[in-house]
């Protein structure tokens, strides 16, 4: 396993904060999100690994803030990306990032009154990110 450099690091965390940022802007709402931040933060905290050092150190990715499209048109590749990396350098952790990440997406749909369309159609679009190149 080869250790990942600093901008990986944060594609990796771009990725998957990227994705909860997405379902949670899928629901507008000022206290559903905050709810469904600490939903994330428990989903994330449980990765383990060179996932875990990614997602929890370095500074925080900077997202767009204008428009919902700007975002996914981030996100979705940092996750296509993310999944990448680990491929090339850490295999065994690709799977780990998948599920934290989407782990984490679906706690954030689920802390406000249960999944809506609009969430369920953000989780698919992050679950074909992470599925890479078909």
Known sequence: ?????????????????????????????????????????????????????ALTNGPLPQLPRDSALEV????????????????????ADVEAYRSVVLAAADQVAKAHRGVSGSEAAVIDKIRDALAGPA
């Open 72 to 91: 996914e048109a981030t996100v979705l590749p940092a996750l296509r990306r993310a999944v990448e990396i680990l491929r090339a350098k850490s295999p």
């Open 1 to 53: 396993m080869e250790s990942l450099t600093g901008d990986e690091r944060l594609t990796l965390k771009t990725g998957a904060f990227g994705a909860v940022f997405l379902v949670s802007n899928a629901e507008p709402g000022m206290l559903s999100l905050v709810r469904e931040s600490f939903a994330a933060s428990g989903a994330l905290g449980e990765a383990s690994g060179v996932v875990k050092e």
